[in-house]
């Protein structure tokens, strides 16, 4: 995931039940990356690779936008279209 829009959750037992890993971090502390941006996330930036648009809403709808982003199963950008 890149990006995060609030506080997670997680249960241990159910993640020790899936022998599941949770890997946390920040690509501003890491010491490559520190002072620059990733060239990797430029270039996907630039091809439009990282963003992933779930919806596009009127900007007249941007209040609706807040709650569409918060709800369970949110995926994706929300647009707001002029």
Same mark, same amino acid.
């Not at 995060?4 to 020790?16: C, F």
């Given at each position: ?34 002072? %620059?941006?990733? %060239? ?9 690779? /990282?963003?992933? *648009?779930?919806?596009? /809403?009127? /900007? ?17 950008? *929300?647009? /707001?279209?002029?």
């Amino acid at each position: 995931m890149i990006g995060n829009r609030g506080t997670v959750e997680i249960d241990p037992r159910d993640a020790m039940g899936r022998d599941a890993s949770i890997v946390g971090m920040s690509l501003f502390n890491h010491p490559d990356t520190i002072g %620059r941006r990733p %060239r990797a996330l430029v270039a996907g930036s630039r091809t439009g690779r /990282l963003a992933v *648009i779930g919806r596009e /809403l009127p /900007l007249s709808a941007a209040p609706e936008s807040h709650v569409a982003v918060m709800s369970p199963g949110a995926r994706g950008k *929300i647009v /707001l279209v002029p």
